[in-house]
């Protein structure tokens, strides 16, 4: 069974910048992608950032393109989102997440991926 655990959100202010980790454990990662998504209040979860564990290939959504950074750590099994120059509608409860199948086609849909973790809370004011 896969566990992934977040850590790292908070409140901050516009343009200040957060690291996000994810602790993945449970099994080998080295066929994995691991994917952020984030879920504001009223509206459906979203794709943020996602990279595949073996050859790091990243992707973006293109409202954090050039501000956050999505990257890991395989002897930690961690993944990360650095995210800077924060937006008050950055403000969200960010998720992490680990597909198995890893469709390239398919990394930005949260039906796509099979373990999650519990959210984090991030909060921008403006």
């Known amino acids: 069974q896969v566990q992934l655990v977040e850590s790292g959100g908070g409140l901050v202010q516009a343009g200040a910048s957060l690291r996000l980790s994810c602790a993945a454990s449970g099994r080998s990662f080295s066929s994995y992608a691991m994917g952020w998504f984030r879920q504001r209040p009223g509206k459906e979860r979203e794709f943020v950032a996602a990279?595949?564990?073996?050859?790091?290939?990243?992707y973006y959504a293109d409202s954090v393109k050039g501000r956050f950074t999505i990257f890991r750590d395989k002897s930690k099994n961690t993944v990360y989102l650095q995210m800077n120059s924060l937006k008050p509608e950055d403000t969200a409860v960010y998720y992490c997440?680990?597909?198995?199948?890893?469709?390239?086609?398919?990394?930005?849909?949260?039906?796509?991926?099979?373990?999650w973790g519990q959210g984090t809370q991030v909060t921008v004011s403006s």
């Open positions: 997440a680990a597909d198995l199948s890893v469709r390239l086609w398919m990394l930005r849909s949260p039906n796509e991926y099979d373990y």
């Open positions: 990279i595949t564990w073996s050859g790091g290939n990243t």
